[in-house]
């Protein structure tokens, strides 16, 4: 066994009150490596870059987090390869007294393994993992006169490749978009134009395995979207990232194929008194076709939703949670296991605040909460076996839960707890086993209407339903040897409320499914 570590840590950046800050320092860590006795080779870098110096006088920004790249490549004709690659970006430089934040800093990591032997059944491995730094905060308590705003999130770039002439290969590529930075500023102050939250930084990751051999190959991309930050006083939050990722995930061999590939919108920032950010969506498409058997794993899942506020002369509604698609078209000759799944992101919350808490903006701050995300109309999922192998197919839809509303003293009215996002599916999953056995799965589930909270006696505003589900399938046997299918359909919970006065609650999703089964011959 050779196993070789290596890190590289860039420096801090100094921060200043009356001048230039500091700028962060980079990181970079590279291994390459070829074993030529050793029964197993691991190699593992990792670059962690510094963060940018803070600034307390506007006239002089904050600086940005230091970039980080680590790669780690591996070969070797004698024995298993596995290799790791860890990239994180520093941390923006955070803003005083009306100076801005510095952004986050990029992130890239590359992972390659290799393994050459055309008569020894090596295992290849190589896994990278990058995630973008977050952006510096902006706080205005200290003197700040003007709008600051804080730093965007880092992106995160990841790509990671195995190859085995005979053996088995893993493939793992992460990659999580940095965080937008969050903006304070105290007391609230109606002249004082607030400060701006960071938006979400972006992700990307690619991953790709081979086994010339027809051994294993197991293959996982999984994206997150940077979530925005929080905006202070009048100040815009950031808005969360998308997420779009089209077959990132690649594998070949005449064997198993094992792919599995997930996208993840970033959360949208908090607003107090300003515009409120967008939840990123997220969408996770993979169609192919593919020689052996294939079990395949494809997820979409929607940012949540940012909480309201405003005053009662300007008030601002909780952001819905963010929009989901999945889908997957596959074909193979051997056996199929499909599951797609599209998950909305949960609906914001709203905050209503009485006036006798200090609060200076008139008597309430209110609006209504966020809605559940929805699931895209063209997120649907198909196995077909091309040679008469066994294929299962199963498709889910969750909608997001709506988000709650919060009521603190006297309380108002006219704001609402967000409804549960709604699921349709109408003949979405499909399949063709030819005359293997053919089994379908379609299952819509709607989302949790949200909960009124914490309110008074005074309060006549209403607790959220939960989202209508609808699954309905209508299949032919055809040749199949035998068909089984499932649909399912589960309306969303209603929301709750522990109001002192008879509040209504919401009512629960409705839900339909239905299934239409047409026998032509049976073996």
């Given at each position: ?90 941390t923006g430089g955070a803003g005083l007294s009306s100076a801005n934040g510095g952004d986050g800093a990029s992130s890239q990591a590359f992972a390659t393994s290799f393994a050459n032997s055309s008569t020894l059944h090596q295992t290849t491995s190589a896994r990278a993992d990058a995630t973008g730094g977050a952006g510096g905060a902006v706080d205005t308590s200290t003197g700040g006169t003007t709008f ?376």
């Open positions: 066994l050779l196993n070789l570590i290596q890190t590289a840590e860039g420096g801090d950046g100094g921060s200043s009150e009356q001048g230039n800050p500091g700028q962060a320092g980079t990181a970079t860590s590279r291994l390459d490596r070829s074993a030529s006795q050793e029964a197993i080779l691991s190699l593992e870098t990792i670059a962690i870059g510094g963060d940018g110096g803070g600034s307390a006088n506007q006239s002089f920004n904050s600086q940005s987090g230091g970039v980080a790249f680590a790669e780690s490549d591996g070969s070797s004709s004698v024995g298993d390869v596995y290799t790791h690659a860890t990239a994180t970006g520093g600051a705003r804080a730093g965007r999130g880092g992106n995160a770039d990841v790509n990671a490749s195995a190859a085995s002439q005979t053996g088995d290969v893993f493939v793992s590529a992460t990659a999580v978009g940095g965080k937008g930075g969050n903006a304070t500023t105290e007391p609230e102050d109606s002249t004082f134009p607030g400060s701006e939250g960071g938006e979400g930084g972006n992700a990307m990751a690619e991953a790709n395995g081979i086994s010339h051999g027809g051994g294993l190959v197991n293959v996982a991309v999984d994206v997150t979207g940077g979530s925005g930050g929080d905006g202070a006083n009048f100040g815009r939050a950031g808005d969360g990232w998308d997420v779009d990722l089209s077959n990132d995930a690649h594998g070949q061999t005449s064997g198993q194929l094992i792919i599995s590939q997930i996208a993840r919108g970033g959360d949208a920032g908090s607003a107090e008194l300003g515009d409120i950010g967008e939840a990123g969506n997220a969408s996770s498409r993979w169609n192919s076709f593919e020689q052996g058997d294939v079990a395949v794993f494809v997820q979409a899942i929607g940012g949540a939703g940012t909480n309201g506020g405003g005053t009662n002369f300007n008030p601002f509604d909780g952001r819905g949670g963010g929009r989901a698609e999945a889908e997957s078209d596959v074909t193979a000759n051997g056996n199929v296991d499909l599951v797609v799944e599209a998950i909305g992101g949960r609906g914001g919350d709203v905050l209503e605040i009485d006036g006798a808490d200090g609060t200076p903006f008139g008597v309430f701050r209110y609006g209504s909460a966020g809605a559940g995300g929805e699931i895209d109309s063209s997120t649907h999922a198909m196995g077909q076996s091309q040679q008469n192998g066994n294929v299962n197919v199963r498709l889910v839809g969750r909608g997001g839960d709506g988000g709650h509303t919060h009521a603190v003293g006297f309380g108002g009215g006219g704001f609402d707890a967000g409804r549960g996002g709604n699921v349709s599916f109408s003949n979405k999953a499909d399949g063709f086993s030819g005359t293997g056995k053919l089994r379908l799965e379609q299952v819509a589930i709607g989302g949790r209407g949200g909960d009124f909270l914490d309110a008074d006696s005074f309060s006549s505003s209403f607790a959220s339903g939960g989202g209508e589900a609808m699954s309905t399938l209508d299949k032919s046997s055809g040749n199949a040897r035998s068909l089984d299918v499932v649909t399912e359909a589960i309306g969303g919970d209603a929301g709750m409320t522990n109001n002192r006065n008879p509040v209504p609650r919401g009512f629960g999703g409705d839900a339909v499914s239905y299934t239409h089964l047409r026998a032509h011959e049976t073996y």
